[in-house]
């Protein structure tokens, strides 16, 4: 985990002009820009320059800020948060106007510091905005490896809605040229692209740094007021060039072979710690309690891996599918089930054909977990249809997701949740359960609307 002070020199900023000088070349396509902040003077130091050069071209770009940028000096006797707050609203609308005097600013006004836990309200409010009007062709957001909590929170949110809106997402370091050096293997060389930037937008970036004045001049002489952005430090933003880690929408990472999980399986016996771990455990009471039936005739659990959760759901259902795409899985599942007769377990893959198609439906129930985000977003948005056709007149779907990224994932657990949502309401299903939490998602979907209670009998 980095740590760093941000009011110290860090790395000299000449050690990184010459790579950052040799970077390949990038511009953001015609059509929509959204930029993104966590807070305000991210959008100027991150992509001053892109904004100033968009508004040149007579294509001026959104401008997001995500938070109302509140905690940036904290224990200061000179402006109380609430006021350092509408200061901070006037300078990144100053600092706007003189980098693109046509672009819209929308302040979300979530608490500084605070994206993680209101990732679903950013999350919703994102993607209002970003479906709202033409198709949004680039957005930019901070880079998920800063070092800043909010900053790579933001941006998860912004990898999994440009893959869900098909567009690049191209998200901006800032921190990183504070804490790193040019040979620290966190620095995404390969994935690293600059925008020139001509002389004038160098200029105009430069005078919209000054507008945010409660970042770059003390309050006072107390300690705590002393500037947020060191001096030394701003020296690296006064280059011809802006960097960004720029993921195309063509570059979306495909979806994991089956060979993937044989070598997990290879290497660890229960690669997913199921059986030890106190967080699985957990998670598979959740799933059992969600089910809105006691029991079930028929049923598909998709992505079974060594069958622990398996063995939860067979003691609900009169016959149980089990599918997974690794053989060592699938053996471990055998021996684990080998005294329940009515549980069959077989090859299968969401998504997959020939040998490793589903098997046919109906089923009552569907439970899919731990299992979307291995898919790329177009092929998990053309299998949902497909899987939910399997279910059963009154059938039930089930899907729980892990929420934090995996670097091998093409997906994170969130687009997954959305491409069912919409899916599941294309096919008319009701949903009956959501559950959020800062670890997972569950969704229960049923093509029968009504509550357990209902079921029941209670009302």
């Given at each position: 985990?980095?740590?760093f ?10 050690v990184?002009?010459?790579p950052?000088a040799a ?5 953001p ?22 904004l ?30 609430t006021t ?9 609308r100053?600092?706007?106007e ?12 979530h608490?500084?510091g605070?994206?993680r ?18 198709p ?9 490896g800063d070092g ?5 929170v ?5 990898a ?17 040229w ?17 925008v020139p ?7 105009l970036k ?36 802006e ?16 060979s ?10 229960d ?12 998670k ?8 809105p ?8 659990e ?18 149980l ?5 690794a053989?060592?899985a ?6 684990r ?5 009515h ?15 589903l ?9 899919l ?32 997701h ?8 093409p ?23 959501e559950h ?24």
């Amino acid at each position: 985990m980095v740590t760093f002070d941000a009011r110290t020199p860090g790395t000299a900023p000449h050690v990184w002009d010459e790579p950052l000088a040799a970077l390949p070349p990038w511009r953001p396509l015609p059509g929509r820009t959204v930029v993104v902040a966590a807070h305000p003077d991210d959008e100027t130091l991150t992509a001053g320059g892109l904004l100033a050069e968009l508004a040149a071209t007579g294509h001026p770009a959104e401008v997001v800020v995500v938070t109302d940028g509140a905690g940036s000096h904290p224990g200061s006797p000179t402006l109380h948060p609430t006021t350092l707050a509408r200061r901070r609203v006037d300078e990144v609308r100053r600092a706007v106007e003189l980098l693109s005097p046509g672009s819209r600013v929308t302040l979300l006004g979530h608490p500084d510091g605070g994206v993680r836990e209101a990732r679903d309200r950013v999350t919703a409010e994102l993607r209002a905005l970003l479906t709202d009007g033409e198709p949004v062709r680039t957005l930019v957001t901070t880079w998920r490896g800063d070092g800043h909590r909010d900053h790579r929170v933001l941006a998860e949110i912004g990898a999994g809605l440009a893959a869900e809106l098909r567009c690049t997402h191209a998200e901006a370091p800032l921190w990183l040229w504070h804490w790193a050096t040019p040979d620290d293997p966190a620095v995404p060389w390969d994935a690293l692209r600059a925008v020139p930037l001509p002389d004038r937008a160098v200029v105009l970036k430069q005078r919209a740094i000054a507008a945010h004045e409660t970042q770059v001049h003390a309050l006072s002489d107390d300690p705590t007021d002393a500037p947020v952005l060191h001096p030394r430090f701003l020296q690296g933003f006064t280059r011809d060039v802006e960097p960004f880690v720029v993921t195309e929408p063509d570059a979306v990472r495909p979806s994991l072979p089956a060979s993937y999980f044989d070598a997990t399986y290879a290497r660890h016996a229960d690669p997913w710690g199921f059986t030890d771990r106190p967080y699985e455990a957990r998670k598979r009471a959740l799933t059992l309690a969600a089910l809105p039936d006691d029991r079930y005739a028929r049923a598909l659990e998709v992505g079974c891996a060594i069958g622990v959760l398996t063995a939860g759901l067979a003691a609900r259902c009169d016959a149980l599918t089990a599918t997974d795409v690794a053989e060592a899985a699938l053996e471990r599942a055998r021996e684990r089930l080998a005294d329940a007769p009515h549980v069959r377990l077989v090859r299968g893959a969401l998504g997959g054909a020939g040998d490793d198609a589903l098997p046919d439906g109906p089923f009552d129930l569907v439970v899919l977990s731990e299992v979307g985000y291995y898919l790329s977003w177009p092929d998990l948005t053309a299998a949902l249809p497909d899987l939910l056709a399997r279910l059963a007149p009154g059938g039930t779907v089930l899907a729980c997701h892990w929420r934090h990224p995996v670097a091998d994932y093409p997906l994170p657990g969130d687009a997954v949740h959305r491409a069912l949502t919409r899916a599941a309401r294309e096919a008319d299903l009701a949903r009956l359960v959501e559950h959020r939490e800062a670890d997972l998602l569950l969704d229960v979907w049923s093509r029968d609307p009504r509550s357990v209670a209902e079921r029941t009998g209670l009302r």
